[in-house]
């Protein structure tokens, strides 16, 4: 029966995410990706919607390091998860997901796959050169974000909250001036989410499931836009958020109040890094649900909130109101690329997308997250995926995630990416080998923007 699932589970995320690159090419009306650019041009041009990419098989010296570092994995960290010291793991883990998201961007070549990616039209380092005065551009920072007037924050800018503009800001103050840099920042944070993921399983649920899912997330197809794209650096911020969190509910370390502390600090931070962060109160919940000790959990949400509203307080003070940000950033994304995007297609193609970022080995998974007995006694593991998967939805549902959700929906999807614990770990190897070949298939045959 679980066979079955699973094997329907596949069939069905295999034929979505074929339509999702199928229908583009087609003249179905509304049914198409934009508005702007019919079947004909698409096939022209050989735009590779819902993919932000275009299709080009081509090549790279990152060819070779996926492929052993892919093949490496899929032989031996089954059984090297189980067998390393717990510390030993988890330095391999963020090693190995560093080390497979810097290959996949080296398919592309130093330049295109990376020094260049966060360089690129509408990106944050375009602006950099332009904040001479941190607390003037705070203060003027909502009057730049709508479009068609002439001081108007580029792209990426004007969709966030400005902690992501002054960290490559504080970046290049600090001499590390580039697009090399930058993307060192997003592959060494956003790697390191990795290694949230297992810090969390193991606290809420146990060692062995932790242990378990750690092959899946150092491998995961995410890492395809992790090491190129700012909300790598997102999703690493989130992902240490509630990991912090589920350690001060358990009590899993000594001093639980000051990881509640921590985490309250980075999930304020992650509200200031994009405004879309505010669904991690989705799996902040599920943490408090699956901690065992109502009381230490409540402590933990105490400890942890006066920091996160101390981080939003602060940048009000210096002048930028989040609530105003974030409405006018609603009113800017229709006046862009959105109003282009007819939703009929996006909004069943960006679940072909999750499916392009998760692998099918944890499609595969997901059909044990509704399980009645272990969300009846809390499983941690049951319920991050659960809350993932509902705030993916929201975020869907919600229209003002239209495209490029590969990367946008990091800071989930990487929760999802542990999804295969939950399968026999007879067939491990099996779906790892599914995930690997997923990844260096549409990293080869697509040139991804992220």
């Known amino acids: 029966m679980t066979v079955r699932r699973e094997a329907i589970a596949v069939t069905v995320a295999t034929a979505l995410v074929a339509a999702a690159f199928a229908v583009p090419r087609l003249d179905l009306g509304s049914l198409r990706p934009y508005l702007t650019a019919s079947a004909a041009d698409i096939r022209r041009y050989r735009i590779a919607p819902p993919v932000s990419g275009w299709w080009q098989a081509h090549v790279g010296w990152g060819s070779i390091a996926a492929v052993l570092i892919g093949g490496a994995a899929v032989r031996w960290a089954p059984g090297l998860a189980k067998r390393l010291r717990w510390r030993t793991l988890t330095l391999a883990t963020w090693t190995t997901s560093c080390g497979w998201a810097f290959a996949l961007a080296m398919i592309d070549g130093w330049q295109r796959g990376f020094a260049d990616r966060l360089q690129g039209p509408g990106e944050y380092l375009g602006e950099v050169p332009s904040v001479t005065d941190i607390p003037q551009m705070l203060r003027g920072f909502t009057g730049r974000i709508l479009d068609f007037q002439q001081n108007s924050w580029i792209t990426h800018v004007s969709g966030h909250p400005p ?45 062995a499931t932790a242990r378990s899912a750690a092959p899946f997330v150092a491998l995961a197809p995410t890492a395809i836009w992790v090491a190129v794209s700012a909300d790598g650096y997102f999703a690493g911020v989130a992902a240490w958020g509630i990991a912090l969190m589920a350690l001060a509910a358990t009590r899993a370390v000594r001093f639980p109040a000051a990881s509640a502390a921590a985490a309250g600090l980075l999930v304020g931070w992650a509200m200031m890094l994009n405004y879309g962060l505010t669904l991690l109160a989705i799996p902040v919940l599920a943490v408090l649900m699956a901690a065992r000790n109502r009381r230490a959990a409540l402590t933990a949400v105490g400890f942890a909130a006066i920091p996160a509203l101390m981080v939003v307080a602060i940048f009000y003070a210096l002048g930028f109101s989040w609530l105003e940000g974030y409405l006018l950033v609603q009113q800017r994304y229709w006046q862009g690329v959105a109003s282009v995007r007819p939703f009929e297609y996006w909004g069943w193609a960006n679940i072909a997308l999750v499916v392009c970022a998760i692998g099918l080995g944890s499609v595969a998974g997901l059909t044990a997250m509704v399980d009645d007995v272990a969300l009846r006694r809390r499983s941690g593991l049951h319920l991050l995926l659960l809350a993932a998967a509902y705030a993916i939805v929201v975020a869907d549902l919600s229209m003002l ?20 614990a939950l399968l026999p770990a007879s067939t491990h190897r099996w779906w790892l080998a599914a995930n690997v070949v997923g990844a260096l298939l549409l990293n080869h045959l697509i040139f991804t923007y992220w």
């Open 163 to 207: 902690g992501a503009l002054l960290t490559f800001v504080w970046l290049d103050r600090a001499g590390l001036t580039g697009g090399a840099w930058a993307g060192l920042l997003c592959l060494l944070v956003g790697s390191s989410a990795a290694v949230a993921v297992l810090v969390t399983l193991r606290a809420l649920a146990d060692e």
């Open 401 to 420: 995630s239209k495209a490029e959700v590969e990367r946008i929906w990091l800071p989930f999807t990487t929760w999802l990416t542990a999804a295969p």
